[in-house]
């Protein structure tokens, strides 16, 4: 059955309020390895994928990755996930997070998760969000070429809702997301709860900006979701 639209959320920093942990554990994980990156710089690359997350700021851009090494990268990614991993258990989601996403189902938006986590780390934010009953199904790293801001996690979670771009709202916390909505042709909607400033996300394409899912839930008969058939 053709879903009639789809709501499709990112993850990390969107319905679970994981960004800074990403922050620390990736900066301890390229402490390890004794490449010195601020966490600044690291909250702003959160959203990327592993790979795409090291070459960002590692990258051959200011010649800060021409010594790199392809075996210290993967430690780097294997020392994040494991220390990230250790949060598994106690992931806290944002407030109305699986409210919000049982709202919208109720309205009859097809729900569709499109991170860059997957495995375990996939599983751990869906315990936290705690709405797998109205969840279509999520695309992770593993199934798509390129991750955000490439548009393919969003065309995937799109195709798997089975619904064409102008029937689909992508909701996201960073700059990558609204790339990667804005790419694919569905609207960008932002919320604050990543940390990522609000002019940011509007100069990236956000459509809306709201502060998290709770405030998007509050107002959502003045957003883009209203029902407007």
Excluded: C
């Excluded at 601020?38 to 590692?58: K, P, Y």
Aim: hydrophobic share 45%; proline share 4%.
């Amino acid at each position: 059955m053709t879903a009639k639209r789809a709501a499709i959320f990112d993850v990390d920093g969107t319905l679970v309020d994981t960004n800074h942990l990403h922050v620390v554990t990736w900066w301890e994980a390229f402490r390890q390895a004794d490449r010195h990156v601020s966490m600044r710089d690291i909250h702003r690359a959160v959203g990327l994928g592993g790979g795409d997350l090291l070459d960002h700021l590692l990258g051959d851009g200011d010649g800060a990755g021409d010594d790199r090494d392809p075996d210290e990268d993967a430690q780097v990614v294997a020392a994040h996930h494991a220390l990230y991993a250790t949060y598994f258990e106690r992931l806290p989601a944002l407030d109305a997070a699986g409210e919000l996403l049982r709202a919208l189902a109720g309205r009859g938006w097809a729900i569709v998760l499109a991170t860059s986590a997957s495995g375990a780390e996939l599983s751990a934010l869906r315990r936290a969000i705690d709405a797998d009953d109205v969840i279509l199904g999520a695309t992770s790293a593993d199934d798509v070429a390129e991750g955000k801001p490439a548009p393919d996690p969003v065309r995937q979670a799109r195709e798997l809702a089975d619904v064409p771009s102008e029937r689909a709202v992508f909701v996201g916390d960073t700059v990558w997301d609204m790339k990667a909505a804005f790419r694919d042709g569905v609207v960008p909607v932002a919320v604050l709860s990543g940390g990522i400033p609000r002019a940011d996300l509007e100069s990236a394409g956000a459509h809306a900006v709201y502060r998290d899912p709770a405030d998007l839930l509050g107002r959502l008969d003045s957003s883009v979701f209203a029902d407007k058939e």
